[in-house]
């Protein structure tokens, strides 16, 4: 059995208690430069995440007899390596454990609920904005291609009344969170990692 463990947007302080648990007990720990990292004192073997996936899976394939955990940001399940790793090594091999996705850190800080929320993501696709744009409440998580100024743009082509929040760096010591018009967002120069919310104005 295969861990993936949500460890929440990055303080340590958001892992779930079964996630420090299964880490703790773990001989091999795999994940990404940033979230292992946070497991300095880990005592077991590291194996970071640095190109094709494919090859953590023939990893894992070939150590099926240890006890190996891999750590995502966020919440596997959301937009996270969750869907990959099932559809690779099968639900009946995998103990999912959620974690606190940037998305529900994000919309507590603002203090908004997310009833109805519709959350997509705009990693490696072109996004249906008009869609997207058709809900109330959206959470997109962004990447290098669309972002903040992007997303504002499509915004404005529309003519639609929107506010956007831009979490950047969620639970981190620069954590910057922006509330403002389409308008505003693009009098802003550069972002950070982000989550994107916009729901309507008024």
Known sequence: MINIIGIGPGDIGLLTKEGERLINASDVLIGGTRNLEIFSDFKGEKIEIKGSLRDIIDYINE???????????GDPSI???????????????INIVSGISSIQYLFSKIKMD???IY???????EPDFDYILSHKKVSLVTDKKIGPKEIAKEIIKRNLKKV??????????????????????LKINNFDMNVVVIYDEG
Do not use: F, Q, W
């Open 63 to 73: 150590n099926k007899h240890k006890n190996i955990s891999l750590i995502a940001s």
């Open 79 to 93: 937009y996270g390596i969750g869907k990959y790793m099932v559809s690779e090594l099968g639900k009946e091999n």
């Open 114 to 116: 997310m009833n109805d």
């Open 119 to 125: 959350i997509s993501s705009c990693h490696g696709k």
């Open 164 to 185: 956007m929040v831009i979490g950047e760096n969620l639970s981190y010591e620069n954590e910057r969170i922006t509330i403002g018009t389409p308008e505003d967002i």
